[in-house]
């Protein structure tokens, strides 16, 4: 146990021991499943069995102001439920900017109080430092184990519920007497005076994830607990490793990391070896945040001691996934050699090591940073890497074949971690110290498991799923969903957590169990779940996390079933998997092609839309080989009124089909036999329906990426589902939602501007030119002036004139084109001032700005209608009118104020919002670049002009003076 001396001072981080069952007050549950607070049980007070030694340790903090924060909440939950309300954003707004300044206030505070002492009869706050949440006790939920108390539980915000008052236990110490380590203390509830915190006399149930410990719940009975100091805050803290740091282990010479896979309460899938990460001083890598990588180190005495490490000093070395120590074995029957494994606990005196400085002798403790050897104190062997290959235990199956089982989703170098008799001098390991943002994620992630582990058992005992049961599951498995996102983007380092805590095999083979027909209702809900956080665990650019699952690819593919709400979220799981990831779209034949098209014409639901449309391209690249087969395969278009349901809905204008108004659109969803006008059909943007036709779009798009004119020309010509007079109909038409216009928007790129033969001007560039050729002409504007240099004669793009009629029209005079042009000016013209809420909205616009890219590169704009999408395009880049919301009065103080930290800060935060503004920026920024790119050009040739000239008029021979030179 760290040092018990001295007085209990604010910052310190404290255990707290429970003398009526002698054990520690813990929690290692992060997940909302089952909140009680845990009591261990007869536990020594030195060396305490603990999964982690964080999880029994708490900060003591001020009493932090709350009421901003709490204010916040509220408003943020009255939101979720009317998120439409344009007054209740402002409030919001507003709420965020004063529970920011709360909060800022609290941590100054708390840092201007640290290392002040603690005394009886004042109050204090306990964070947990494994959760980062705060003890807090409930005055509506009652004990798990004694219903007639109040259930402790632990929240990540502070409220008066977390305020408890120090009193002393007995009478040797009054009020205002300094509170010492090792003193026995009573804590009262602020929030309810007279309730303490009190250690139940019964365990936990049967569905709990302590089922043999007491609870802590708030009585009128007392409990004293003892205080332990765990470390004592210094100054030079954080620059120096101590109990309980959690590091990375870097081999420096072979450039690799100790790490081992598994879990724990689980066998180990690898053993300890050595992982190859190559620095590359040209391309920096960030350091590795999978939890594999992560070591706790302890003192040998006691887990239960965080204070510093020294050098030469007695450790531990525990692996954070699986909870296991390194350690040493005989690698030999004789027991002449030694290699490194896990095991499970202390009581092993091969476990303890001595870390030896390799630097500065003169060095006391050890820092981060720092380069050690490792020695086991028992062998006096040393920690070895071997230049040997490892031989991995997990199986790994070839590449070869279409199998997806043998998809290899871990290709890293990995060598054997050995032991040495001698020791090396090049054996020199590195002490990275993880951050600790990190660390709450990793510790976030090992607290879930728990419940996961619990869900599957129970799974495997035919437990019967009732609501309240299933609802808790529920909510556990929508934090964890929620824990991937940050803004509603994933984010990568938390995703592979869930792979390297085992989370996906553990949901997987929770799928594979049959629904609980008892309970169908609770049990299918919960089931969804599943399937969402598997989803959301594929979203991003992870290729690797897209392989890992690959494996059970086979088992989705067998779930889906278009009649069940079960099969339709697992072709989300297929979609998700197959996007954008090569390998495995490589593996699917056309006989799978032909089952999903199959399923799309039996139900007409939109996810096998978007499942067809990621086999079309894959990372940005066209794959024409299926676009073919499926345009062939889908696009088979039925005669109006044969009543023989189509899998595509068509469009048509009212003059085409006998209907009023003739110039509106009309759409049929059953091959031409009913319609519907368009713009009542898009009432319901999240309708089934309106789905389909969005995916339907989309598919269309996809199918003609890269140019594909085998697809283009039969949606164009062939069955002519999207006519030019149709789409720009449609994209101009303000009665239909934002999101399908900017659809039509990208499909006219693909159908009719970024099609056959036609090249980009800036691709034909030239910066040698002949120079009789260089002659002087009168300014004409950058674009002219640049196709002229060129000697760009034929039209840019005949395939564009073609569809439109005018093929021996000059491009500047053809009437379709002026529409568009027009079109554009006017929509760029009123939407220069971007609002961040308008998601769909902004959507549309940077659809435009690429479209505009487009029109520009080729060449199809004149110089003055350049000109005017430029100045508007420049209004857009500066963004100084950019709003977070609309009805924002400039004029307000307030929303002045809101406007200001939008434009600081607020437009910088990650989330959909920023995310749409952030592409309409860059499509913004690729048309500055085209058209400076001319701007270029324009003035070399300018220059060559003047060049000329100067020469020519001074009589001189411009050849000639240049051989001279």
């Given at each position: 146990?760290?040092?018990?001396?001295?007085?209990?001072?604010?910052?310190?981080?404290?255990?707290?021991?429970?003398?009526?069952c002698?054990?520690?007050?813990?929690?290692?549950?992060?997940?909302?499943?089952?909140?009680?607070?845990?009591?261990?049980?007869?536990?020594?007070?030195?060396?305490?069995?603990?999964?982690?030694?964080?999880?029994?340790?708490?900060?003591v903090?001020?009493?932090?102001?709350?009421?901003?924060?709490?204010?916040?909440?509220?408003?943020?939950?009255?939101?979720?439920?009317?998120?439409?309300?344009?007054?209740?954003q402002?409030?919001?707004?507003?709420?965020?900017?004063?529970?920011?300044?709360?909060?800022?206030?609290?941590?100054?505070?708390?840092?201007?109080?640290?290392?002040?002492?603690?005394?009886?009869?004042?109050?204090?706050?306990?964070?947990?430092?494994?959760?980062?949440?705060?003890?807090?006790?409930?005055t509506?939920l009652?004990?798990?184990?004694?219903?007639?108390?109040?259930?402790?539980?632990?929240?990540?915000?502070?409220?008066?519920?977390?305020?408890?008052?120090?009193?002393?236990?007995?009478?040797?110490k009054?009020?205002?007497?300094?509170?010492?380590?090792g003193?026995?203390?009573?804590?009262e509830?602020?929030?309810?005076?007279?309730?303490?915190?009190?250690?139940?006399?019964?365990?936990?149930?049967?569905?709990?994830?302590?089922?043999?410990?007491?609870?802590?719940?708030?009585?009128?009975?007392?409990?004293?607990?003892?205080?332990?100091?765990?470390?004592?805050?210094?100054?030079?803290?954080?620059?120096?490793?101590?109990?309980?740091s959690?590091?990375?282990?870097?081999?420096?010479?072979?450039?690799?990391?100790?790490?081992?896979?598994?879990?724990?309460?689980?066998?180990?899938?690898?053993?300890?070896?050595?992982?190859?990460?190559?620095?590359?001083?040209?391309?920096?890598?960030?350091?590795?945040?999978?939890?594999?990588?992560?070591w706790?180190?302890?003192?040998?005495?006691?887990?239960?001691?965080?204070?510093?490490?020294?050098?030469?000093?007695?450790?531990?070395l525990?692996?954070?996934?699986?909870?296991?120590?390194?350690?040493?074995?005989?690698?030999?029957?004789?027991?002449?050699?030694?290699?490194?494994?896990?095991?499970?606990?202390?009581?092993?005196?091969?476990?303890?090591?001595?870390?030896?400085?390799?630097?500065?002798?003169?060095?006391?403790?050890?820092?981060?940073e720092?380069?050690?050897?490792i020695?086991?104190?028992?062998?006096?062997?040393?920690?070895?890497?071997?230049?040997?290959?490892?031989?991995?235990?997990?199986?790994?199956?070839?590449?070869?074949?279409?199998s997806?089982?043998?998809?290899?989703?871990?290709?890293?170098?990995?060598?054997?971690?050995?032991?040495?008799?001698?020791?090396?001098?090049?054996?020199?390991?590195?002490?990275?110290?993880?951050?600790?943002?990190?660390?709450?994620?990793?510790?976030?992630?090992?607290?879930?498991?728990?419940?996961?582990?619990?869900?599957?058992n129970?799974?495997?005992?035919?437990?019967?799923?009732?609501?309240?049961?299933?609802?808790?599951?529920?909510?556990?498995?929508?934090?964890l969903?929620?824990?991937?996102?940050?803004?509603?983007?994933?984010?990568?380092?938390?995703?592979?957590?869930?792979?390297?805590f085992?989370?996906?095999?553990?949901?997987?083979?929770?799928?594979?169990?049959?629904?609980?027909?008892?309970?169908?209702?609770?049990?299918?809900?919960?089931?969804?779940?599943?399937?969402?956080?598997?989803?959301?665990?594929?979203?991003?650019?992870?290729?690797?996390?897209?392989?890992?699952?690959a494996?059970?690819i086979d088992?989705?593919?067998?779930?889906?079933?278009?009649?069940?709400?079960l099969?339709?979220?697992?072709?989300?799981?297929?979609?998700?998997?197959?996007?954008?990831?090569?390998?495995?779209?490589?593996?699917?034949s056309?006989?799978?092609?032909?089952?999903?098209?199959?399923?799309?014409?039996?139900?007409?639901?939109?996810?096998?839309?978007?499942?067809?449309?990621?086999?079309?391209?894959?990372?940005?690249?066209?794959?024409?080989?299926?676009?073919?087969?499926?345009?062939?395969?889908?696009?088979?278009?039925?005669?109006?009124?044969?009543?023989?349901?189509?899998?595509?809905?068509?469009?048509?204008?009212?003059?085409?089909?006998?209907?009023?108004?003739?110039?509106?659109?009309?759409?049929?969803?059953?091959?031409?036999?009913?319609?519907?006008?368009?713009?009542?059909?898009?009432?319901?943007?999240?309708?089934?329906?309106?789905?389909?036709?969005?995916?339907?779009?989309?598919?269309?798009?996809?199918l003609?990426?890269?140019?594909?004119?085998?697809?283009a020309?039969?949606?164009?010509?062939?069955?002519?589902?999207?006519?030019?007079?149709?789409?720009?109909?449609?994209?101009?038409?303000?009665?239909?939602?934002?999101?399908?216009?900017?659809?039509?928007?990208?499909?006219?790129?693909?159908?009719?501007?970024?099609?056959?033969?036609?090249?980009?001007?800036?691709?034909?560039?030239?910066?040698?030119?002949a120079?009789?050729?260089?002659c002087?002409?009168?300014?004409?504007?950058?674009?002219?002036?640049?196709?002229?240099?060129?000697?760009?004669?034929?039209?840019?793009?005949?395939?564009?004139d073609?569809?439109?009629?005018?093929?021996?029209v000059?491009?500047?005079?053809?009437?379709?084109?002026?529409?568009?042009?027009?079109?554009?000016?006017?929509?760029?013209?009123?939407?220069?001032?971007?609002v961040?809420?308008?998601i769909?909205?902004?959507?549309?616009?940077?659809?435009?700005?690429?479209?505009?890219?487009?029109?520009?590169?080729?060449?199809?704009?004149?110089?003055?209608?350049?000109?005017?999408?430029?100045?508007?395009?420049?209004?857009?880049?500066?963004?100084?009118?950019?709003?977070?919301?609309?009805?924002?009065?400039?004029?307000?103080?307030?929303?002045?104020?809101?406007?200001?930290?939008?434009?600081?800060?607020?437009?910088?935060?990650?989330?959909?919002?920023?995310?749409?503004?952030?592409?309409?920026?860059?499509?913004?920024?690729?048309?500055?670049?085209?058209?400076?790119?001319?701007?270029?050009?324009?003035?070399?040739?300018?220059?060559?002009?003047?060049?000329?000239?100067?020469?020519?008029?001074?009589?001189?021979?411009?050849?000639q003076?240049?051989?001279?030179?």
């Amino acid at each position: 146990m760290a040092d018990e001396e001295g007085f209990v001072r604010i910052g310190d981080e404290v255990c707290l021991y429970a003398e009526d069952c002698s054990g520690f007050v813990f929690n290692r549950n992060t997940s909302p499943f089952h909140e009680g607070v845990a009591v261990g049980i007869r536990q020594d007070r030195k060396k305490p069995e603990l999964p982690n030694p964080h999880v029994a340790v708490f900060e003591v903090c001020i009493q932090e102001r709350y009421k901003l924060n709490k204010k916040l909440r509220k408003l943020q939950e009255e939101f979720r439920q009317h998120p439409g309300k344009t007054e209740l954003q402002t409030e919001l707004e507003e709420a965020e900017l004063a529970a920011k300044a709360e909060t800022a206030g609290n941590r100054l505070q708390q840092k201007r109080q640290n290392g002040q002492s603690v005394t009886y009869g004042s109050v204090i706050q306990f964070r947990h430092k494994f959760t980062h949440k705060f003890i807090h006790c409930s005055t509506t939920l009652t004990s798990y184990t004694e219903p007639h108390n109040m259930r402790v539980t632990f929240q990540p915000y502070t409220m008066k519920n977390a305020q408890f008052r120090l009193m002393p236990r007995y009478k040797v110490k009054d009020e205002g007497d300094p509170v010492c380590m090792g003193d026995q203390l009573i804590l009262e509830s602020v929030k309810s005076p007279g309730g303490y915190l009190h250690v139940s006399k019964h365990v936990f149930g049967k569905l709990s994830l302590e089922d043999h410990c007491r609870e802590l719940n708030i009585a009128v009975i007392q409990s004293g607990f003892t205080v332990f100091r765990y470390y004592k805050p210094t100054k030079s803290g954080d620059t120096l490793v101590r109990g309980g740091s959690v590091i990375r282990l870097f081999h420096r010479e072979l450039e690799a990391y100790l790490v081992a896979e598994g879990l724990f309460d689980y066998s180990l899938t690898e053993n300890v070896h050595l992982r190859v990460r190559p620095v590359d001083p040209a391309d920096p890598k960030m350091p590795p945040t999978s939890a594999i990588y992560f070591w706790q180190i302890e003192h040998e005495e006691s887990c239960a001691n965080g204070e510093v490490i020294k050098w030469n000093q007695q450790i531990r070395l525990r692996h954070i996934p699986t909870r296991k120590y390194l350690a040493v074995c005989p690698a030999d029957p004789m027991h002449r050699t030694f290699k490194l494994t896990l095991v499970d606990g202390p009581s092993d005196s091969k476990t303890v090591f001595q870390l030896h400085n390799v630097v500065d002798d003169k060095s006391v403790v050890a820092k981060f940073e720092s380069y050690t050897r490792i020695e086991n104190l028992v062998t006096g062997w040393w920690v070895h890497a071997s230049r040997d290959d490892y031989q991995q235990q997990k199986e790994q199956v070839s590449d070869e074949g279409n199998s997806m089982a043998g998809l290899k989703w871990d290709v890293a170098q990995v060598k054997q971690a050995a032991m040495s008799d001698e020791m090396h001098y090049d054996d020199a390991f590195s002490l990275e110290q993880v951050h600790p943002l990190d660390i709450t994620h990793t510790n976030y992630i090992a607290g879930m498991v728990p419940v996961i582990q619990m869900l599957l058992n129970l799974k495997k005992l035919s437990y019967p799923m009732a609501t309240k049961l299933s609802t808790e599951f529920i909510q556990c498995l929508r934090d964890l969903k929620n824990f991937m996102l940050i803004g509603g983007e994933p984010v990568k380092a938390r995703q592979k957590l869930l792979r390297n805590f085992e989370i996906v095999d553990m949901l997987v083979e929770i799928l594979k169990f049959p629904v609980d027909k008892k309970h169908i209702s609770s049990a299918t809900a919960l089931v969804l779940e599943v399937y969402g956080v598997l989803c959301t665990y594929l979203l991003g650019d992870s290729r690797k996390n897209e392989l890992y699952l690959a494996r059970h690819i086979d088992f989705f593919v067998s779930q889906i079933n278009e009649k069940t709400i079960l099969g339709q979220h697992a072709v989300n799981m297929v979609t998700e998997s197959f996007r954008d990831n090569r390998q495995i779209v490589d593996r699917i034949s056309h006989d799978h092609i032909d089952f999903f098209i199959e399923l799309l014409r039996r139900s007409k639901n939109y996810r096998y839309l978007d499942l067809l449309g990621v086999l079309c391209i894959c990372d940005g690249e066209a794959m024409p080989n299926n676009q073919e087969y499926i345009t062939t395969k889908w696009l088979v278009r039925k005669v109006y009124g044969s009543g023989d349901l189509a899998c595509v809905f068509c469009i048509e204008k009212g003059k085409a089909i006998n209907l009023q108004p003739a110039e509106d659109m009309f759409i049929s969803r059953d091959n031409g036999s009913t319609w519907v006008p368009l713009v009542e059909f898009s009432e319901n943007t999240e309708s089934n329906d309106y789905l389909f036709l969005e995916g339907q779009l989309d598919l269309f798009e996809k199918l003609c990426a890269g140019r594909n004119e085998f697809a283009a020309k039969a949606i164009r010509e062939d069955y002519r589902y999207v006519s030019w007079e149709d789409s720009f109909h449609c994209l101009s038409n303000e009665k239909l939602p934002a999101r399908l216009r900017a659809k039509v928007c990208n499909l006219i790129t693909r159908l009719y501007v970024d099609v056959g033969e036609v090249y980009s001007i800036l691709d034909q560039s030239n910066l040698i030119f002949a120079l009789e050729d260089i002659c002087h002409s009168e300014d004409s504007g950058v674009i002219r002036r640049t196709l002229d240099m060129l000697g760009t004669s034929k039209p840019l793009a005949p395939e564009l004139d073609a569809m439109l009629g005018t093929t021996d029209v000059p491009r500047e005079s053809s009437k379709e084109m002026k529409e568009l042009f027009a079109w554009i000016a006017s929509f760029l013209g009123t939407n220069c001032c971007l609002v961040a809420s308008q998601i769909s909205k902004n959507c549309l616009i940077a659809e435009v700005l690429k479209l505009v890219s487009y029109l520009l590169k080729y060449g199809l704009y004149s110089q003055e209608e350049s000109d005017v999408v430029m100045s508007m395009v420049l209004d857009i880049v500066d963004g100084k009118r950019d709003k977070p919301q609309d009805g924002l009065n400039e004029n307000d103080n307030k929303s002045r104020e809101i406007l200001k930290n939008y434009h600081e800060g607020g437009r910088y935060e990650q989330s959909p919002e920023t995310k749409s503004i952030a592409y309409i920026k860059l499509n913004a920024l690729e048309i500055l670049d085209i058209y400076l790119s001319f701007d270029g050009l324009s003035k070399l040739r300018s220059f060559l002009s003047d060049f000329k000239n100067i020469f020519e008029a001074s009589g001189r021979d411009v050849l000639q003076e240049f051989v001279k030179v």
